[in-house]
């Protein structure tokens, strides 16, 4: 009863009026369940579940962390070039089949990122337990990048023609230091025909992230001269003064509301542990819905660390043996953005969960489509399918069960914004 009252005011909401105004469909996106062509699609994931569970566990068990995605985009490279897409690879690694639209002036792009967060050498090899899979990196991001295969074989096994042309885009660089390169490359290719993205990240059905937070990653560096533990004694120690820094800033307050979160994330030093180091490095993640905070922490960190060398420097029983030298550097900074209520991307999601009988909620997250979105180009992160947790650790898993609705959601969602072309017009 209650998914029906939904339904029923999904379908009344203003939005969808909006939708057509936008994009004039031939096949609107209330008709998109009847039309034949995607019924035929839509149909194509339950007999090919196995399949799509195969194609993720190979992919995942292809090591691909950041800056070293060649061999698993190798190997997207034929499933898309199975599918029937001419794909091609640019020169950031982005791997990219295209399926042409009636309209190729305009875009739609529906992306899953390559890279994972584990370092080489990360042991990927695919457990299963009962309907469980289990692999460093086999929900973030082996879903995605199945289902991208997967919703570029049912399109073409269902021998759809989009309106607007299709970029199966399987990128580059989105985790951790990749700072996005892989979509900054591909929204610089293609800006001014780019209508919309669709990114894929992770499992699930329950979320679609429209607001981009915004992020910095800061690296704090600091060297002295170095020296021997008991010899040396009372020389500044780097990891001393880095120590008393980050101690001070972790006490930082921050807001609950605008949420704002900081990771002190991967730290390094020394040589052994009879030496004076010569260096401490910290690497810190801050997020913040409110660009404002970023810089408020930003400036705590650096002031934290000032006062943390000064610290180590006054406590140090020979200063006329060494200083204390530092400073924070600028790993990547991500770019906020916001999804307009009344946009169709939004307008073609909603419809997409109302006729697989989905609900969701509006997320905000730190994903591919904060580039789209920071530059005014409508873009959606959605989850595609099953379930999944312990995203970024050695215990990531996934659960592959009922996994064919987040197909059907994503598929329903980037043809109601590409649009499907009627069979007399081809
Ligand atoms: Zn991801």
Redesign the pocket.
């Known amino acids: 009863m209650k998914r029906v009252l939904v339904w029923v005011i999904l379908f009344a909401m203003p939005v969808r009026s909006s939708l057509a105004r936008h994009t004039t469909p031939s096949t609107s996106s209330s008709q998109l369940g009847k039309n034949a062509q995607v019924r035929a699609a839509l149909a194509w994931f339950a007999p090919n579940v196995n399949w799509i569970n195969d194609q993720q566990a190979r992919l995942t068990e292809i090591p691909a962390p950041a800056f070293q995605e060649g061999q698993r985009g190798a190997a997207v490279k034929a499933l898309l070039s199975g599918a029937g897409l001419s794909v091609q690879t640019d020169s950031t690694g982005n791997v990219i089949g295209e399926l042409r639209g009636v309209n190729e002036k305009e875009i739609v792009v529906l992306s899953a990122?390559l890279d994972t967060v584990f370092p080489a050498g990360t042991d990927v090899k695919v457990r299963r337990e009962g309907s469980r899979m289990l692999a460093p990196g086999i929900s973030?991001?082996g879903t995605g990048l199945a289902a991208l295969a997967a919703i570029a074989r049912a399109i073409r096994e269902a021998q759809i023609k989009p309106q607007r042309s299709i970029l199966f885009v399987a990128d580059v660089g989105?985790?951790g230091e990749g700072n996005l390169r892989g979509m900054r490359a591909l929204v610089d290719a293609y800006h001014g025909r780019l209508k919309a993205v669709v990114v894929l990240?992770?499992a699930g059905t329950d979320h679609v992230t429209t607001i981009a937070l915004a992020s910095r990653r800061l690296e704090v560096i600091i060297s002295g001269p170095g020296g021997h533990s008991w010899s040396d004694f009372g020389m500044p120690n780097p990891i001393n003064a880095l120590v008393r820094g980050s101690v001070r800033f972790i006490n930082t307050k921050v807001p609950a509301s605008p949420r704002t979160t900081f990771n002190l994330g991967q730290i390094e030093g020394g040589t052994s542990i009879n030496s004076i180091p010569y260096e401490a490095r910290l690497k810190v993640d801050v997020r913040s819905e409110s660009e404002s905070e970023l810089t408020r922490l930003e400036s705590a960190l650096r002031e934290c660390m000032s006062a943390g060398v000064r610290d180590e420097m006054e406590s140090s029983r020979d200063r006329s043996r060494g200083k204390l030298e530092w400073k924070v550097e600028l790993l990547g900074s991500r770019p906020g953005g916001e999804l307009a209520a009344e946009s169709p991307l939004l307008a073609a999601l909603r419809v997409a969960d109302a006729i697989v009988e989905n609900e969701s909620r509006i997320e905000r997250s730190s994903t591919d489509a904060n580039i789209p979105l920071s530059l005014g180009i409508d873009a959606i992160s959605i989850g595609a399918g099953g379930n999944g947790g312990g995203a970024h650790s050695l215990q990531e898993w996934y659960d592959p069960t009922g996994r064919e609705l987040g197909l059907k959601r994503a598929l329903l969602t980037l043809l109601g914004i590409a649009d499907v072309a009627p069979e007399k017009t081809r």
Do not use: L, R
């Open positions: 990122h973030d991001n989105e985790e990240d992770g």
